[in-house]
């Protein structure tokens, strides 16, 4: 799949086995590589805070149709269980997955 300098990138953090993200950014492939912080103050919603789970997993996708919801063809990167809470460390995240 050809990915282009204006395809949208979302970064995200969801718990570990769950689909709707804690908190996201969305940000366009001439931005990569970059470092990424999501805290609270990139929450989904109020009722939803990454401070509120113990582990989440980091997704990153290249979105051809820019929408959310995967599609086939995407480009996908995941680190499952990390630690919400001493997480100092950055983390490096490859998107090198095709998305069936």
Do not use: N
């Not at 997704?59 to 929408?67: D, E, L, P």
């Not at 480009?75 to 950055?90: E, Y």
């Amino acid at each position: 799949s050809l990915v282009t300098p204006d395809m949208t990138v979302f970064i995200y953090a969801r718990p570990v086995g769950g689909r709707m993200p804690l908190a996201a950014k969305r940000l366009t492939v001439a931005d990569l590589p970059l470092t990424v912080v999501l805290d609270d103050s990139t929450a989904m919603s109020p009722q939803a805070k990454l401070s509120g789970a113990e582990t989440v997993e980091l997704v990153a996708r290249i979105s051809a149709s820019g929408q959310p919801t995967p599609q086939p063809g995407d480009l996908s990167g995941i680190i499952s269980s990390v630690a919400v809470h001493g997480q100092v460390d950055i983390l490096e995240l490859s998107i090198d997955h095709v998305v069936e």
